[in-house]
């Protein structure tokens, strides 16, 4: 088992164990995949995937032993019975129980906080498992840092969506801040998130551009019902493109948007040879538009784009710099759709210390972390490369997309000579220590 799923597993299980649900009845994932895979949910992912998933899904349902169904200790210990461990493994192991067991016997530390996560919805559960805001934040803050208003605006959104009560949001804020990476994280957790590039829309009826019922129509027909929608860039969507012919093409396409977010059922017509109508039902769908607006503020002010993303203004002050009656008036927004926004957050512009920060901590957040995750390796990056990495991340608004895609680089390099390495040195600057355990130029 791969150990990103296997960490997936045992996180899970664990935490099943300490919430008191030993007995709670899980069904075998095979049961589960084969239900799925009749239904056509594989349909559209490549053989490689497909046979992935599978061995996957064989792997961890062997700890059924061939039932349909077992409890969740049942399970668990299967696995550990499965589980190849060392004798340091084994102390190691003993070392964290004993140390959870003297904090219960004498009760002076409060459990973990990431415990409240253990309840992360995944793909051998039974049952939906009841997000609250709170839950949902937890997991965000793990994911994305600062930008507190925002995380807390999102739990609640996609609390109302997921009991049904569709809302519409703008989350306003300088490139690189983390708005986009926000839905991104939830994405992860909740498939009928999806995010679309505003700019790449166009109207219907041009040949060979991505229109907005190529939004659902490309999608299963379930899953369309109750998509929770982000556009990315929507501001540049919104900004007047005008045609030869003085058509403003952005307004057709909002006219296209107000269609959905009126929540009736809509019909939507495939384009080629095999043209045919889909009618879908908009009454639980909701959407998320991101943006800098920097031409609206500009508009507005009369002043240079970056106002009202001061890096040091207050987050309670940011929120209010955008209001729906700026949208209409400076961001060519039709006030039919600015009328359906219930509310607009704003972001504020991470500084260097924030990009630092994020690369020297524990969560999933740093790009550091990630790529250990996804490679199985450890890496050491000095503190002049974190500088370095974070003054560019924020001097030029490219976010932890820039460190991340530098840092794998720098891993690429190393790993093209030493492939076989867990144990990586990485630097933009020359140093040379001697003894090393690491995989180092």
């Given amino acids: 088992m791969l150990r990103e799923k296997a960490f997936d597993f045992w996180k899970t299980y664990i935490g099943l164990m300490t919430k008191g649900g030993v007995d709670v009845p899980m069904t075998n994932p095979a049961v589960t995949f084969t239900a799925d895979a009749k239904a056509g949910e594989y349909d559209d992912i490549s053989d490689e995937e497909y046979y992935e998933l599978l061995d996957f899904t064989e792997e961890l349902a062997s700890f059924w032993k061939k039932n349909r169904e077992a409890t969740a200790g049942a399970v668990l210990l299967e696995a550990l019975v499965n589980t190849d461990l060392s004798l340091s493994e084994t102390d190691k192991l003993a070392q964290i129980l004993a140390e959870a067991s003297e904090r219960k016997t004498y009760k002076y530390i409060k459990p973990e906080p990431e415990f409240e996560t253990t309840f992360d919805k ?47 949001m703008i989350l306003a804020g300088p490139t690189g801040c983390g708005k986009t990476e926000i839905w991104r994280s939830l994405q992860k957790r909740f498939p009928f998130i999806k995010i679309v590039n505003g700019p790449q829309i166009a109207c219907d009826g041009w040949k060979g551009s991505y229109h907005v019922k ?27 493109s005008i045609g030869s012919a003085g058509v403003d093409y952005s307004r057709k396409i909002q006219n296209e948007f107000l269609k959905i ?43 240079p784009a970056t106002i009202g993303f001061f890096q040091n203004t207050a987050p309670d002050e940011e929120a209010e710099s955008i209001t ?16 359906r926004i219930q509310q607009i957050v704003a972001l504020n512009a991470l500084t260097v210390d924030d990009f630092e920060h994020i690369l020297n901590s524990r969560k999933q957040m740093s790009p550091i972390r990630q790529l250990e995750k996804l490679y199985m390796v450890n890496l050491s990056v000095d503190d002049k490369t974190k500088r370095i990495l974070a003054e560019k991340a924020a001097g030029k608004n490219l976010g932890c997309r820039y460190m991340r895609s530098q840092i794998q680089s720098m891993l690429d390099e190393k790993m093209f000579d030493n492939p076989d390495c867990r144990n990586f040195k990485l630097s933009l600057v020359e140093e040379k220590e001697e003894g090393l355990p690491w995989c180092a130029a």
């Fill in 261 to 303: 977010m009126d929540g009736d059922k809509v019909d939507f017509v495939s384009e080629g040879n095999d043209a045919k109508k889909t009618t879908i039902d908009c009454s639980h769908v909701s959407f998320v538009f991101c943006g800098s607006f920097e031409t609206l503020l500009q508009n507005r002010e009369d002043k």
């Fill in 324 to 339: 729906i009656e700026d949208l209409v008036e400076y961001g060519n927004v039709r006030r039919e759709i600015a009328g």
């Fill in 214 to 240: 190529d939004i659902f129509l490309e999608e299963p027909a379930e899953k369309v019902k109750k998509m929770l929608i982000v556009i990315d860039e929507a501001d540049k969507l919104f900004e007047p």
């Fill in 122 to 168: 995944t793909p051998f559960d039974e049952g939906e498992v009841e997000w609250t805001p709170q839950m949902i934040y937890e997991y965000l803050d793990e994911n994305v840092y600062r930008q507190e208003n925002a995380k807390k605006a999102a739990a609640i959104m996609l609390y109302n969506h997921l009991k049904g009560r569709r809302r519409n």
